[in-house]
């Protein structure tokens, strides 16, 4: 398994910015496809986006607003989330898996994001 450890949560108003960070070790960087999920209360976990090769996805609700990007040089991935909306508010959790491989199997301990209005 890959081990990973997100920063950057935290409360903010409607309209704000938040970069999430998460810093990924234990398994070679270059070879992780890596994404970030979400889970607001009462909901089913949410794929927000991922990042493999050859490029990025996002997810409808966020495409436009969210950027993922990744820095193999630091083994980390970043959520750059612009204009938040009170309903991004939930725990993000950065995810990873072998490129080759389908299913993610490895999760960080999360991160909290709260959007007030």
């Known amino acids: 398994q890959v081990q990973l450890v997100e920063s950057g949560g935290g409360l903010v108003q409607a309209g704000a910015s938040l970069r999430l960070s998460c810093v990924a070790s234990?398994?070679?960087?270059?070879?992780?496809?890596l994404g970030w999920l979400r889970q607001a209360p009462g909901k089913e976990r949410e794929e927000v986006a991922g990042?493999?090769?050859?490029?990025?996805w996002h997810a409808d609700s966020v495409r436009g607003r969210f950027t993922i990007s990744r820095d193999n040089a630091k083994n980390t991935v970043y959520l750059q989330m612009n204009n938040l909306k009170v309903e991004d508010t939930g725990v993000y959790y950065c995810?990873?898996?072998?490129?080759?491989?389908?299913?993610?199997?490895?999760w960080g301990q999360g991160t909290q994001v709260t959007v007030s209005s």
């Open positions: 234990g398994r070679p960087f270059s070879r992780l496809a």
């Open positions: 990042i493999s090769w050859p490029g990025a």
């Open positions: 995810t990873a898996r072998d490129q080759i491989q389908s299913v993610w199997d490895s």
